[in-house]
């Protein structure tokens, strides 16, 4: 069984569960289809499955290691963002929402795409390559922002939280009506869907 399913954490773990999305961080595993590095672009994207008919075989040698994700939103919390290639629409539409949702950026529709990378990365790694958390009041997150909870990542939909699992969703529970909580999606990136950018969420 592969290592190359992602967590909102950002982690790559070993599952029998399949993903929804695949993932891109560049070259991270070795001969041996083994995970060697967290990543090695700073461009991490989502894609689709399938696209113009390409066929591979996953972690082929010397090139870059597919990895999978349950939902759009798990990839956002793990820091990635749309492929400008296979998901053109999504990757203008994400572009949009994220400059109208971080005005403090002398960013416009003109800024490459390089420049926000450079500012998700900073946010989603730290020190030894550790998961960036920051913490937010619950009642200001958009729907599809993953928070901590007893030490579990949470999806937030609605009035509901679920807790994620690599096979899917647990069974919701009431979302409290205020409370601090342990954000995992990158902070420009719960701004672009507080700005508008809805996530494909799997419940």
């Known amino acids: 069984m592969l290592q190359n399913r992602v967590n909102p954490l950002g982690e790559i773990i070993s599952t029998k569960a399949r993903g929804a999305w695949m993932g891109n961080r560049g070259l991270l595993h070795n001969d041996k289809q083994e995970i060697v590095r967290p990543f090695r672009l700073p461009a991490w994207i989502t894609c689709v499955l399938a696209f113009k008919n390409r066929k591979r075989i996953v972690m ?3 090139l870059y290691t597919e990895l999978f994700f349950l ?5 956002f919390s793990a820091g990635h963002r749309p492929c400008k290639e296979c998901r053109r629409n999504d990757h203008l539409r994400f572009k949009k929402y994220w400059l109208l949702g971080n005005p403090g950026y002398d960013f416009n529709e003109k800024t490459s795409i390089t420049e926000i990378d450079k500012i998700i990365h900073r946010e989603r790694l730290g020190v030894n390559n550790t998961k ?3 913490l937010a009041e619950i009642s200001e997150l958009p729907d599809g922002t ?3 909870l007893d030490e ?3 999806l937030i ?3 509901w939280l679920y807790a994620w699992t690599p096979a ?3 069974t919701g529970i009431i979302k409290p009506g205020k409370l601090e909580v342990t954000v995992l999606t990158p902070a420009s990136i719960v701004s672009a869907f507080k700005a508008g950018y809805l996530p494909q969420m799997a419940v």
Do not use: M
């Open 146 to 148: 993953f928070i901590l």
């Open 152 to 154: 579990k990542p949470f």
């Open 157 to 159: 939909k609605g009035d």
């Open 168 to 170: 899917g969703y647990d």
């Open 71 to 75: 939902d759009e939103a798990t990839a």
């Open 60 to 62: 082929s040698p010397g």
């Open 132 to 134: 960036v958390t920051f």
